[in-house]
């Protein structure tokens, strides 16, 4: 519900336009996420976080799916579940979603798991050790990020209540629309980088995509060992196996950010790198490379573009 506090924000140019957006937390966050823009804020700034609690996080169309399933996994030692991915790693940012349903965050057992897309800045932290938990950072080359996001976002068109407000325009009006940061939860080199500052922290995890996909089985190993699951090698490649994109489709709608049998919301797409060079001309690519990449020059980030 719009308000003065928090007007829906929405760019718009001829017949085009983008997803339309409150701003919270200093973010992008889409108007399809919640109903109560206010209690969301509020929730957010009070909820309070457990020592075992374990957040899934990054910018959307990174990865986050996949992790989640592989932090899953680890916690439950190669199991595999049809129960959809949303409840049994729920969405931080749902608490007061209106088109599915809603998580709610003190009923989960211990550990909890919890998906966002929050900032480092903005995300929940505890006060003191018995409050500290773990973030695991799942990042990703922007340039197949936009394409992924693009998509997505034309495939949750139809989800219900979002017509009036959904995006409408090409591919080109999307990435200017990217790189000015007028896309859920704003730019990405902004978001990438306040988590990149926290990589030594010792409840950080970091992790790229791209060197994901070159080793899963090792990565799967580098995460267990950071939640503290000793796991048997057998248990570490069976879960690898299960959590490619082969093992993950074999159930594709346990991943999708919906509830129901249709294919609104669908998240897994190719699970590649290198996707972006199917839709960016030269001169997107030049201006990717002045606007978006070069923030991150002297940081010391650096991705793969190329499978």
């Given amino acids: 519900m719009a308000s003065a506090a928090y007007p829906v924000l929405q760019t718009r140019k001829g017949n085009w336009r983008s997803n339309s957006h409150y701003r919270l937390k200093g973010l992008n966050i889409p108007t399809l996420n919640t109903g109560d823009p206010a209690k969301l804020e509020q929730y957010l700034s009070n909820f309070q976080t457990k020592s075992d609690d374990v957040f899934v996080v990054s910018y959307p169309k990174s990865g986050t799916t996949w992790t989640q399933e592989i932090v899953w996994q680890i916690h439950n030692e190669g199991k595999v579940s049809k129960e959809i ?23 989960l057992p211990s550990p909890r798991l919890i998906k966002t897309h929050l900032t480092a800045d903005a995300i929940p932290k505890g006060s003191d050790e018995s409050s500290r938990c773990k973030y695991i950072y799942i990042s990703r080359n922007p340039k197949d990020i936009s394409v992924s996001l693009f998509l997505f976002i034309k495939g949750m068109m139809g989800a219900e209540n979002t017509m009036e407000n ?4 090409p591919w080109e009006f999307f990435v200017d629309l990217f790189i000015e940061g007028d896309v859920p939860y704003s730019k990405w080199n902004d978001h990438v980088l306040s988590w990149w500052k926290h990589r030594e922290d010792p409840n950080v995890l970091f992790l790229k995509y791209e060197e994901m996909q070159k080793d899963l089985p090792s990565h799967v190993r580098r995460i267990a060992d950071f939640l503290q699951k000793p796991l048997s090698d057998e248990i570490i490649d069976r879960i690898a196996e299960q959590c490619t994109f082969k093992g993950m489709m074999r159930n594709p709608k346990t991943f999708k950010i919906t509830e129901g049998d249709d294919d609104i919301g669908l998240i897994l797409r190719k699970g590649v790198v290198g996707d972006w060079k199917n839709y960016f001309t030269p001169e997107m690519n030049e201006i990717f490379e002045k606007e978006v990449l070069a923030k991150l020059k002297g940081s010391g980030l650096e991705f793969e573009f190329e499978p």
């Fill in 85 to 107: 991915i949303g409840r049994r790693v729920p969405y931080l940012e749902f608490v007061t979603v209106e088109y599915t349903e809603k998580p709610d965050f003190e009923a």
């Fill in 166 to 169: 959904a995006y409408n325009g």
